[in-house]
């Protein structure tokens, strides 16, 4: 059973975060947002509208979520009356407090997504490495991953684009990961990941290194602005084949956009690719790949500001994007973060979409701070 000392820790834990969390100013402050949507007016201009019932939705988000961690904490000093009375059992008590726990812990870490961009969606994409059929085999378990992890916190993913493997696996794919915050935890999945382990595909059974990349990036959305030069655009058309795709092989569906890019900050210059097989309807391949296109171009230039914040602050983290960052050691039954030094010896957990504890660890230390 816990004790009053976990109490008082719980209960001040609650009180800190609704104070750095400022939650009675973010009261006030919601009231006058949703005067705001009162006039007649209001959805005129769509964007606007959408942009501030954003704002009110994030606003409601901490008020709520903070109400809810008091009134979970107030059950668990009830409760722990109660049980010197003989009203309820320890182990109710002990579910109590952990239901509690795991409320604030999800708050506190939630409120470490204080840059713009953590809270959009996000596009993720995976490519598998060098080593043929092993390497793609990796790649698609690292997809089944993401999107058992995506399954288990409410995110909508859609297939965007999927070259399969010569005879296993995947080549790559892009995924687009619908929801509030989703580009904020997804960004601690950017680099290589290590795969170790006995080869299914290799006869004499040895232990064989595989690698694939997961890139993620912020999906922007029509309230922000990307300046995309028409001139550097060119666009393809094809027919898209592969998994559910016999259907849309009888016509050219598929789009692909190249854009010659040009770095505003060092002059160099390189093509941008996009491709987008996601529905039968040209057009609307051809708006989504616009508009991952523009969350590309967005993306670069976070990167390039969190540089420049990097050289400022002389920041402890020199992780870098696309540099290797965890390892998948199956026969050792060990998943180790080079990051956080955080690891666990549950695989098949982490293969079934369990990283929690990676990307807690990885944002508790400042992630891309």
């Known amino acids: ?5 976990q109490l008082k820790a719980l209960q001040e834990r609650s009180a800190n975060l609704k104070r750095y969390l400022d939650i009675d100013n973010k009261k006030i402050q919601v009231e006058e947002e949703e005067l705001r949507t009162h006039v007649p007016d209001f959805w005129q201009d769509q964007k ?17 979520g903070c109400a809810e961690v008091e009134h979970a904490v107030d059950e668990v000093a009830t409760g722990f009356d109660f049980v010197k009375e003989g009203l309820i059992e320890e182990d109710d008590i002990d579910r109590l407090y952990a239901t509690a726990i795991d409320m604030v812990e999800k708050m506190e870490l939630r409120n470490m997504l204080r840059h713009e961009e953590d809270k959009m969606s996000a596009i993720l994409k995976i490519n598998s490495g060098a080593g043929g059929t092993e390497s793609q085999d990796w790649a698609s378990m690292l997809m089944r991953m993401y999107l058992r992890w995506c399954e288990d916190h409410g ?37 290589v990941h290590r795969l170790v382990r006995v080869s299914p595909y290799n006869a004499q059974g040895k232990r064989m290194t595989s690698f694939a990349s997961v890139f993620v990036t912020p999906l922007v959305d029509d309230t922000i602005e990307i300046n995309l030069d028409p001139a ?13 795709g016999q259907n849309v092989n009888k016509v050219e569906s598929g789009v692909r956009v190249r854009y010659q890019y040009k770095d505003p ?16 309807d040209q057009p609307k391949n051809r708006e989504n790949a616009l508009r991952n296109l523009k969350s590309i171009l967005y993306n670069k230039e976070l990167q390039h500001r969190q540089e420049e914040q990097r050289k ?29 030094g955080f690891q666990t010896s549950n695989v098949g957990a982490v293969m079934d979409g369990d990283l929690d504890g990676f990307i807690k660890a990885y944002l508790m230390e400042g992630g891309d701070e």
């Open 155 to 191: 995110y909508k993913t859609a297939i965007e684009h999927i070259i399969e493997g010569d005879e296993a696996g995947i080549k790559s794919v892009t995924i687009g990961v619908d929801g509030d915050f989703a580009f904020g935890y997804l960004k601690s999945e950017n680099g």
């Open 312 to 340: 400022i602050e002389d920041s402890k983290k020199k992780i870098e994007w696309g540099s290797q960052i965890r390892s998948y050691v199956f026969d050792d039954r060990r998943v180790k973060d080079h990051r956080t």
């Open 48 to 64: 606007a509208a959408e942009a501030q019932m954003k704002k009110i939705k994030q606003l409601h988000y901490w008020i709520d």
């Open 1 to 5: 059973m816990i004790t009053q000392e």
């Open 232 to 244: 550097r655009i060119s666009w393809d058309t094809f027919r898209s084949g592969g998994a559910g």
């Open 265 to 280: 900050y060092t002059g160099e210059e390189e093509e941008i690719l996009v491709e987008n097989t996601e529905t039968r």
